[in-house]
């Protein structure tokens, strides 16, 4: 693997750079060493792709190691993103170990520094626990770029299709299931039908489902995992909740994979905001055991959302009374309360958006 070094990186290895030539673009890095959040952060841009894959809280003697960690790194990003065990291992043997040269010229320089803006603007959800920074990568590979002949790229489309060269096997390999979310309502039918991996955490699907129903993620949830009509598993997002275990099994909901309880016919209820009490039940429809999608999609919805904070069912009810009626003596008032909410609307294009980009 050629490793192309900024200065920084250069003199921080202590590595004289090698005179390199011919070396494919696929198995070519660019990389940079900057600090985000007073952590040394190594950023690594492929250069045909600009696929992005990003170390975090080095440490002296991880210096010391870089060529394992960027082999794994590159490897877990991958598998992160459901490419193909054998097509991620026939890249990483087609080219092992890494040599270091300088950068290629200025044009490659600047594609690397708008990659490492992309992890900087993503600073604070970088894992301080964790050297290998998966979700960072593939999120930065999922931000449409330029490219020299003035076209637009999405770097992980374009890391996919190089890979894919490598084997006549589907590059994505992956469980998904089919869940419709629907939104406990008396007298209106919200609900929402989407696909989704199977290897995800819980902590993600509650990030999905904030995004199918437009919440602003200002409140506690958990989830409840129902088996033959009766609870089996809750899973919570508040360490403070393991504290009063009750009769059924609580995990925390970003240690336990969704792949771990779906089924056929499973019912989940997302409970979101304990205050207004919205809960949502999840049916899984159906299991498909060979996507290709490895990001979540939204196949079909109904109806708006109520606004954050209005009062829970009897709340909205009210809301929509009032906000249906300009002579009403609070109109005024609540049009005002409910800002940008009270013309947020379910738009299957913007959703879908919003999910390609999150995970």
Same mark, same amino acid.
């Given at each position: 693997?050629?490793?192309?070094?900024?200065?920084?990186?250069?003199?921080?290895?202590?590595?004289?750079?090698?005179?390199?030539?011919?070396?494919?673009?696929?198995?070519?890095?660019?990389?940079?060493?900057?600090?985000?959040?007073?952590?040394?952060?190594?950023?690594?841009?492929?250069?045909?792709?600009?696929?992005?894959?990003?170390?975090?809280?080095?440490?002296?003697?991880?210096?010391?190691?870089?060529?394992?960690?960027?082999?794994?790194a590159i490897r877990r990003t991958l598998s992160?993103?459901?490419?193909?065990?054998?097509?991620?291992?026939?890249?990483?043997?087609?080219?092992?170990?890494?040599?270091?040269?300088?950068?290629?010229?200025?044009?490659?320089?600047?594609?690397?520094?708008?990659?490492?803006?992309?992890?900087?603007?993503?600073?604070?959800?970088?894992?301080? /626990? $964790?050297?290998?920074? @998966?979700?960072?990568? !593939?999120?930065?590979?999922? +931000?449409?770029?330029?490219?020299?002949? #003035? =076209?637009?790229?999405?770097?992980?489309?374009?890391?996919?299709?190089?890979?894919?060269?490598?084997?006549?096997?589907?590059?994505?390999?992956?469980?998904?299931?089919?869940?419709?979310?629907?939104?406990?309502?008396?007298?209106?039918?919200?609900?929402?039908?989407?696909?989704?991996?199977?290897?995800?955490?819980?902590?993600?699907?509650?990030?999905?489902?904030?995004?199918?129903?437009?919440?602003?993620?200002?409140?506690?949830?958990?989830?409840?995992?129902?088996?033959?009509?009766?609870?089996?598993?809750?899973?919570?997002?508040?360490?403070?909740?393991?504290?009063?275990?009750?009769?059924?099994?609580?995990?925390?909901? /970003? $240690?336990?994979?969704? @792949?771990?309880?779906? !089924?056929?016919?499973?019912? +989940?209820?997302?409970?979101?905001?304990? #205050? =207004?009490?919205?809960?949502?039940?999840?049916?899984?429809?159906?299991?498909?055991?060979?996507?290709?999608?490895?990001?979540?999609?939204?196949?079909?919805?109904?109806?708006?959302?109520?606004?954050?904070?209005?009062?829970?069912?009897?709340?909205?009810?009210?809301?929509?009374?009032?906000?249906?009626?300009?002579?009403?003596?609070?109109?005024?008032?609540?049009?005002?309360?409910?800002?940008?909410?009270?013309?947020q609307i379910f738009d299957l294009d913007d959703?879908?958006?919003?999910?390609?980009?999150?995970?």
């Open positions: 693997m050629l490793i192309q070094c900024t200065k920084k990186l250069l003199d921080t290895l202590k590595k004289r750079p090698d005179h390199v030539e011919n070396v494919p673009p696929l198995y070519s890095w660019h990389a940079n060493l900057l600090t985000i959040n007073r952590r040394k952060t190594v950023v690594l841009m492929n250069d045909v792709s600009r696929y992005t894959v990003v170390l975090y809280g080095l440490k002296a003697a991880d210096f010391r190691k870089l060529d394992g960690l960027i082999a794994d992160d993103a459901s490419v193909n065990p054998e097509i991620i291992e026939r890249y990483l043997s087609a080219s092992p170990g890494c040599v270091y040269a300088k950068t290629k010229n200025r044009a490659m320089v600047a594609r690397l520094n708008k990659a490492c803006e992309n992890v900087q603007f993503r600073g604070e959800v970088l894992d301080p /626990n $964790d050297l290998i920074q @998966s979700a960072a990568g !593939r999120g930065t590979s999922k +931000i449409l770029v330029g490219n020299s002949s #003035g =076209d637009y790229i999405i770097p992980d489309e374009v890391m996919y299709k190089e890979l894919a060269k490598l084997t006549d096997q589907p590059v994505i390999q992956c469980r998904a299931a089919v869940i419709k979310a629907t939104l406990v309502l008396e007298n209106h039918d919200v609900w929402r039908r989407v696909v989704v991996p199977l290897d995800i955490t819980f902590r993600q699907l509650h990030r999905i489902l904030q995004v199918l129903f437009q919440w602003t993620d200002s409140h506690l949830h958990e989830f409840t995992v129902y088996k033959g009509g009766k609870p089996s598993a809750r899973l919570v997002c508040d360490k403070e909740a393991l504290d009063f275990p009750g009769n059924i099994p609580m995990f925390m909901e /970003n $240690d336990r994979l969704l @792949s771990e309880f779906a !089924r056929k016919g499973i019912c +989940i209820i997302y409970a979101y905001d304990f #205050g =207004d009490g919205w809960n949502h039940v999840l049916k899984v429809e159906s299991i498909d055991e060979n996507s290709t999608k490895n990001v979540p999609v939204c196949l079909e919805g109904k109806e708006n959302t109520p606004p954050e904070d209005v009062g829970g069912e009897w709340g909205y009810e009210d809301y929509l009374k009032i906000m249906n009626d300009p002579t009403h003596p609070e109109h005024d008032e609540r049009v005002e309360w409910s800002g940008d909410q009270s013309d959703v879908n958006f919003r999910l390609e980009t999150m995970l």
